[in-house]
């Protein structure tokens, strides 16, 4: 079973933009179907980007084309390259890896705050 570890949160002026990473150890990474979460104060997680089983991403509404997920097999590493950030965007970002053998795992969450 995978680990995950994002990073690449922080501070953030509106407009601005952040890079996520989520590093995954273990085995058969690429055999993994990732995705990023995010959960605000008082709010439930929320989807914000994944990929399908042909690992073609896939967006939440709200995303409106800032955001984009990718992954390197030979890093083991998803990213999320997050673009005209908004304060309504600050939350704490998890990775999610599932596999159907291996059940959902999360990592341990990464803060991004935007704010002037």
């Known amino acids: 079973q995978v680990q995950l570890v994002e990073s690449g949160g922080g501070l953030v002026q509106p407009g601005g933009s952040l890079r996520l990473s989520c590093v995954a150890s273990?085995?058969?990474?690429?055999?993994?179907?990732m995705g990023w979460f995010r959960q605000a104060p008082g709010q439930e997680r929320e989807l914000v980007a994944r990929t399908t089983w042909d690992s073609t991403p896939i967006y939440a509404d709200f995303v409106e084309g800032r955001f984009t997920m990718s992954r390197d097999n030979a890093l083991n590493t998803v990213y999320l390259q997050m673009n005209s950030l908004k304060p309504e965007d600050t939350a704490v970002y998890y990775c999610?890896?599932?596999?159907?053998?291996?059940?959902?795992?999360w990592g341990q969450g990464t803060q991004v705050t935007v704010s002037s």
């Open positions: 273990g085995e058969s990474f690429s055999s993994y179907q």
């Open positions: 999610r890896a599932v596999r159907i053998d291996q059940g959902i795992i």
